[in-house]
């Protein structure tokens, strides 16, 4: 029987998450794995890892909000826009106060502007801009509008401020510290990150990669598989009986008296298995329900 369902790892800096993908792809032999969202290789913290029917859930999540712990450096600006990258420019005779700090940074929260960093993977006529980049193009894109929900200062011992940022989807990090070192005069890079939250998974509940292969090694690594129904907990839920779950399957939307609000709910059977993802829809004569991705097909 096919294994499926989501493993939550707290990936390690120095590798890429297609990385972490391809490590854990060989120690499960396993036919489909994906991760839910990029972490660049600087970067830590949790990594959702789809496996085998979970890949198909994997883009419900994508647009979450995150929550990382942050840290940025004054006085260094970099053309990657981390410590990684190639310093453009170093300001060693600065001075920023905490006041000045909190004021600068309290500008950013809201719906604010960014430009993808020339190192990134927003594609531009089909090709990745980090490779336009490295064939020596500059590419201008347009800024896109993303949102900053919190933004809390949890240290400052200069040139480093440590902070927590809560953010929707497409937030670029390195491009809000290099933004904010802009404001600041002096310039600023990222330094460290790590990713608290990515929608419903937490950091918390993850383990690394150490103890993921211990685990294959044991043949204990399902105890740590979240399956794809508590993964969708965090939608609604509607029991189909036994001549709406056929149609579902079929690809045919039912009607459902109830109220519901429009939106993704989970379609489950009388034994509380998931048997698809519905849309749900308002229409003159109650909610259309229409299967997104379906899951029981027998």
């Not at 300001?91 to 929260?109: A, P, Y």
């Amino acid at each position: 029987m096919e294994v499926s369902g989501i493993l939550l790892i707290d990936k390690p800096a120095g590798i890429t998450s297609f990385g972490v993908v391809r490590k854990i792809k060989k120690w499960l032999r396993v036919k489909k794995i994906g991760h839910g969202g990029t972490l660049d290789p600087l970067a830590t913290g949790v990594l959702p890892i789809f496996v085998n029917k979970a890949t198909k859930i994997a883009q419900f999540f994508l647009d979450m909000d995150k929550k990382y712990v942050v840290t940025m450096r004054l006085g260094l600006e970099t053309d990657t826009q981390d410590i990684e990258g190639n310093v453009v420019r170093a300001t060693e005779d600065f001075n920023i106060s905490l006041d000045m700090l909190k004021k600068e940074i309290g500008r950013f929260k809201g719906k604010i502007k960014q430009v993808p960093p020339p190192y990134s993977a927003v594609k531009v006529r089909g090709i990745p801009l980090y490779k336009w980049t490295r064939r020596g193009f500059k590419i201008d894109c347009p800024p896109r509008e993303v949102e900053i929900y919190e933004l809390n200062i949890t240290h400052f011992q200069p040139p480093e401020v440590d902070f927590e940022v809560t953010c929707s989807k497409g937030t670029y990090i390195r491009t809000l510290c290099a933004d904010i070192g802009k404001r600041l005069g002096c310039g600023a890079c990222l330094a460290r990150l790590r990713r608290l939250k990515t929608g419903p998974f937490s950091v918390d509940n993850a383990i690394s990669l150490e103890f993921l292969h211990e685990a294959v090694k044991a043949k204990r690594w399902e105890d740590y598989l979240m399956n794809i129904n508590q993964a969708l907990a965090h939608l609604g839920a509607v029991v189909l009986d036994e001549k709406q779950e056929k149609q579902i399957k079929q690809g045919k939307f039912i009607l459902w008296s109830d109220k519901l609000t429009n939106g993704l709910i989970r379609g489950l059977n009388k034994e509380n298995e998931l048997v698809a993802i519905l849309r749900a829809k308002q229409i003159k004569n109650g909610v259309q329900l229409r299967p997104v991705r379906v899951f029981l097909t027998s």
